[in-house]
């Protein structure tokens, strides 16, 4: 096991070390003391295990691709921002815009994860054991967000086909975002999230979310969204 | 406006109703929705128009043409990057999306760029091969949408430009009618196809200049801190922005005033939103020096910039480079007097065309038409904007050397004069004849 | 744009610690705010029937002596003026009208930073390295602390635009983030007899909540008007004589984190300011819900 303190190393070193793996040889990392330091194990590109010790600040895990990092406390604003893929866990609570415009892999939030989750996503997939705050999936163009708690105001504003699970109350929904109905392959597809996730929730007491498609093109009906 | 009836009496227009704003309430009354259109600003301007140079005569001396140098290299981003870029010349490409344009019109500017030994920058779409194989210095746009956004690309790319605003629609972000969202271009952005593409205004991930830092500094990460990093901002509050995108971090400002183009956007916001590149560039030089990083953090200028004399006014107020967006596209065919059955049929005329939103640009620039696409070939293209910006960078040189310069950067404020007492005022520069800058000196 | 700090002690054994404690949090926020800094500290509040004024002047070699001389004429033997860098603190058994009034007449020349019982508003220009250097803030002692670390947005770097804004008798203001109808508000609240030093949108938000408590409504009163009234993006901290208040607006865009412990209550625009605090590790920590106010107070 490798590992990297950040009360001696800097951010820079910590992310030249990593951007220097290919996945042969050194696969585990651990990275101790990040004291809510932003920045943390961005722009990875190998299938490597990182398990940071402690809250990180803003932007942690930007842009992955390939590696699977874990935070051992709570995130600020930005985790795993634009990912591509991989998985990123936080097992505490996450700040603002977590996985904003990710493209692709599985970010796992065991706690709650505050305002604009899955803002702008595009492909991820975002599994959250806690609450999400308001405008979550805001602009959500593709991939899945799963919440087992409770959603805030305007979910899904604005949502192009991106797909919503929730199970707790939705506290208002956002402009073109309706319930759908649950089909046995939404279930399917759900319950295979929540176990990659490995969190443990019955599908079928989630409601599914998705575009209405009606601000599709400029009309004058729509006015009021605009 | 004014007639003859049948009477032979003269008949009244309105100036405040007049016929385009009776169009445009028609317009608004019939469909319900706000007119979009591509182009810029169409309304007179104050503009470098307004100001012009003192040439060398007993007081200051002329360089020679031809055998006396005239440098027109600049750097820019040396400030944090390992890599800065070199320009051969202080003129770039603006960014201008593969979407907004076809794959034919990035080519074109992708080979002239490289044989000119300047950059071309992507927009809201995203990186295509074909621009990165043709432009040999590359600037990569960070938008709100985040359309097409990936780390490889980040990487791949020579410097990063974050997109705050466009002097087009500060405040506001990107469109793309639903016409020209073709499979290739829908499948770039992450969008269903054919439908007509809303724009978020603001960054998903950060708020602010105090947040812009941070994420400054996370794309610094990214990339090991080898590319320089713009910022770009559409000409507002152009003081205060200046100097909040020095205190983020940022190695280059890029700022593009009213004059700016767009493929899409709606109307009211292109003729009454942002100020002019005129009194935009002054501001920002001034911020500039006030914080003693003129010529540390360089200032790219865009917005209506047109030939040699307005990129030689831009670096006298204190510019670093210009950028070209609008205008390369002129070089390229735009608004040409060729297909004019097609311009018709799109309700306008060579000269009078702003209609690059609906797909149908009949001369193969703002399309994902191929039939379209075909009438642009990539080599002529390529070929024109190369001679293009050439007579541009001589003409620059004329008029430098003319003021005794044998650098285009030592051009400065005092080397020229206003024509008209607002472009003296905005620009900071005397009213021609006399010592009088409205706000400053010489009453 | 900013950063901003509230700290409050709990047990009032660990007062000593307030400077040493907000100290490395002012640091960790110099990034997001290198162009000044500032700090309300409450602590030796005076007896009943005093009051406490924090002045500044513009001359860093001001001789207060006569300062000193002046008050104890006035207002008696027991008055007193402690200088410190910069600024002094005036005590004094009087009204904070009256003390107040006083200054203005004799020393015109002085700006005031704030007026109460407790508060101490100290603020400059310059990195908060410098001013936690030229203040000694880590020997400071007092129940709690309002801090603020400016990056200057729409107004001048000087002291007087510097936060935290001083918003009536013990009460001051920190701001993150940046209000849109701010001119509007002045001028009606100019129009108030509310009195303003800049053109700063965040002097606005101190003088309308001022405005409200001073028509009789409590705090919590004032900051749900503020919600409705203030257009634009903000996180607050709210310095009270007691404790002190946060309130995020609507959006929520401006960062910003609690945590809590059985010592100290904590809020700053990012978490790295709070991992310097003894005993974060067993800290509850977590985000302020926008539009939500959140405080701590002292039982009196």
């Known amino acids: 096991m490798n590992q990297i303190d950040l009360a001696t190393a800097s951010t820079r070193d910590l992310n030249i070390r990593l951007h220097q793996l290919d996945g042969n040889g050194d696969r585990h990392w651990r990275v101790l003391h990040p004291n809510g330091k932003h920045a943390l194990a961005v722009g990875l590109d190998a299938p490597v295990e990182v398990t940071i010790e402690g809250h990180v600040g803003y932007y942690c895990a930007g842009m992955n691709k390939q590696a699977h990092i874990t935070v051992r406390g709570s995130a600020g604003p930005g985790l795993a921002e634009n990912i591509m893929s991989g998985t990123v866990r936080v097992m505490g609570n996450t700040s603002q815009y977590a996985a904003a415009s990710g493209h692709g892999g599985l970010v796992v939030i065991d706690g709650d994860a505050s305002a604009r989750c899955g803002i702008s996503m595009k492909g991820v997939d975002i599994v959250v054991g806690g609450s999400v705050g308001h405008m979550s999936a805001f602009m959500a163009q593709a991939g899945r967000l799963v919440v087992c708690g409770d959603a805030g105001q305007h979910l899904g504003d604005s949502i192009y086909e991106a797909i919503l699970y929730v199970r707790g109350c939705v506290a208002s929904l956002g402009s073109d975002c309706v319930e759908k109905p649950m089909t046995d392959e939404h279930l399917a597809t759900l319950g295979a999230l929540l176990a990659q996730a490995n969190i443990a929730a019955d599908p079928r007491a989630f409601r599914r979310y998705g575009s209405a498609r009606q601000l599709y093109h400029y009309k004058i009906d729509n006015a009021d969204a605009y | 406006m004014s007639g003859n009836d049948q009477l032979g009496q003269t008949l009244r227009g309105s100036a405040t109703f007049t016929p385009a704003v009776l169009d445009a309430i028609y317009r608004a009354a019939d469909t319900g929705i706000y007119e979009i259109r591509g182009f810029g600003a169409k309304r007179q301007l104050p503009s470098f128009d307004d100001l012009i140079f003192l040439g060398a005569s007993m007081s200051r001396y002329p360089l020679e043409g031809y055998r006396e140098t005239c440098e027109t290299g600049v750097t820019i981003g040396a400030r944090f990057a390992k890599t800065p870029i070199e320009l051969k010349v202080p003129v770039t490409f603006a960014g201008m999306s593969f979407g907004a344009l076809g794959t034919h019109a990035k080519e074109a500017l992708g080979h002239a760029a490289t044989a000119l030994g300047t950059t071309t920058t992507t927009g809201d779409g995203g990186m295509t091969d074909e621009e990165r194989n043709a432009s040999k210095t590359l600037v990569y746009q960070v938008l709100p949408s985040r359309y097409g956004l990936n780390p490889d690309d980040l990487r791949r790319a020579d410097a990063i430009e974050i997109v705050v605003g466009q002097g087009a629609k500060p405040g506001g972000g990107g469109m793309l009618l639903g016409q020209k969202i073709t499979a290739r271009v829908a499948e770039m952005r992450t969008l269903p196809e054919g439908i007509d593409q809303r724009s978020a205004c603001r960054h998903p991930d950060w708020t602010g200049p105090d947040d812009l830092e941070i994420k400054i500094q996370e794309l610094r990460e990214i990339t090991d801190w080898e590319k320089p990093i713009y910022v770009k901002i559409g000409a507002t509050r152009t003081a205060y922005d200046v100097a909040l995108c020095v205190k983020s971090g940022a190695d280059a400002i890029v700022l593009d005033g009213m004059q700016g183009g767009t493929a899409a956007t709606q109307e009211v916001f292109i003729e009454h939103v942002g100020i002019p590149t005129l009194p935009a560039v002054r501001l920002a030089v001034e911020a500039l020096q006030e914080l003693d990083m003129h010529r540390k953090v360089q200032l790219i200028v865009s917005g209506g910039i047109r030939s040699g004399a307005d990129v030689a006014k831009a670096l006298a107020l204190g510019a670093d480079a210009v950028s070209l967006g609008s205008a390369a596209l002129v070089a390229l065919g735009c608004n040409k007097p060729v297909f004019v059955d097609d311009y018709e049929q799109l309700g306008t005329a060579p000269g009078y065309c702003h209609h690059c939103h609906t797909g149908r640009c009949p001369v193969g620039i703002t399309t994902q038409d191929p039939v379209l696409e075909a009438r642009l070939h990539p080599e002529q293209g390529a070929r024109w904007l190369q001679n293009y910006v050439t007579v541009m960078v001589m003409e620059l040189q004329t008029i430098a050397r003319a003021c005794g310069k044998s650098h285009v950067l030592n051009l400065e404020p005092e080397d020229m004069v206003a024509l008209t007492i607002e472009a003296a005022a905005m620009a900071g520069v005397p009213l021609a004849g006399t010592n009088w800058i409205p706000g400053r000196s010489g009453a | ?300």
């Open chain 3, 1 to 300: 744009m900013c950063g901003i700090i509230g700290l409050f002690i709990k047990n009032p054994e660990l007062e000593c610690q307030l400077g040493a404690w907000v100290a490395p949090m002012l640091v960790e926020m110099s990034e997001r705010g290198p162009d000044s800094a500032g700090i309300a500290v409450y602590r030796d509040p005076v007896g009943e029937g005093a009051a406490k004024l924090t002045v500044v002047s513009d001359d860093p070699g001001y001789d207060w002596t006569g300062v000193t001389a002046g008050l104890q004429q006035a207002f008696g033997h027991h008055a007193a003026c402690r200088p410190w860098v910069n600024h002094a603190v005036l005590t004094a058994t009087a009204t904070a009208d009256e003390l107040q009034r006083w200054l203005g007449v004799q020393y015109p020349m002085l700006r005031l930073t704030s007026a109460g019982t407790t508060i101490e508003i100290y603020k400059e220009k310059g990195a908060p390295r410098e001013f936690i250097n030229r203040f000694q803030l880590e020997s400071l002692s007092g129940s709690h602390a309002v801090c603020h670390t400016r990056m200057a947005t729409e107004s001048a770097v000087t002291t007087e635009h510097s936060h935290p804004f001083s918003t009536g008798l013990d009460l001051c203001l920190v701001h993150n983030g940046s209000l849109s109808n701010h001119n509007r508000l002045r001028a009606m609240l100019q129009r108030q007899g509310v009195a303003f030093q800049t053109d700063n949108d965040s002097e606005v938000a101190a003088g309308y909540l001022m405005w409200r408590l001073r028509k009789g409504a409590t705090l919590e009163e004032a900051l749900a008007a503020a919600l409705r009234d203030l257009d634009g993006f903000y996180t607050f901290a709210i310095g009270t004589r007691d404790g002190f208040a946060v309130l995020r607006d609507p959006f929520g865009c401006k960062p910003a984190v609690l945590a809590e412990t059985d010592d100290w209550a904590a809020m700053s625009s990012e978490f790295r300011a709070i991992a310097t605090l003894p005993g974060v590790e067993h800290a509850q920590i977590w985000e302020p819900v926008p539009e939500q106010i959140y405080s701590w107070s002292r039982p009196r």
